[in-house]
């Protein structure tokens, strides 16, 4: 069954990165994906859309997801900014970097800070969002740690490694 996912972040808080070790991740658990980033001349603070397809079977599309299964919302504030209509399906997903506001939530912010992923005074919350959206998606913490750690590296794969493994732990219903 294919799942068109949606991720919606901030240039600098790694939603490209996310949807990239997510395709990763479920490649490693047998399944077919792709990640596709949509940007232009973004800079940190400016929207970024990326997109993330799963599936059981090949999968023959390649065009950006009008509207998803689920919607991944990297920071609280882009609820201001866009009409979650316009980007999720009828009875679809929203899984949020906040307690609050979606199907899903994870204090993404809060463990990124807890493990210093931070850049320019942003939380990278990339890892710790690949987490809650794993758990969510039924992809295994095993791929997903594999996937991490074939991404970054020495002390870097270890923080991005705990920033997954608790969101994969404390994700939980919220609505």
Known sequence: MLKEITILSFGGQGGVTAARILALAAVKDGKFAQAIPQFGAERRGSLVRSYLRLS?????????????????????KILKMVELKDYLKENGIVIINSET???????????????????AGWPIVNTAMAGAMAKVLGISMDSLLKAI??????KLAESNSKAAEKAYEVVHKCR
Do not use: P
């Not at 059981?56 to 609280?76: G, L, M, N």
């Not at 506001?101 to 850049?119: F, K, P, R, T, W």
């Not at 750690?149 to 020495?154: C, D, K, L, Q």
């Open 56 to 76: 059981d079977r090949e999968i023959r599309r390649h065009s950006s997801i009008r509207k998803a299964d689920v919607v991944s919302i990297f920071a609280e």
């Open 101 to 119: 506001g979606g199907d899903y939530c994870v204090n993404a912010s809060e463990i990124a800070l807890s493990l210093n992923l931070v850049s």
């Open 149 to 154: 750690n074939e991404t970054f590296h020495g």
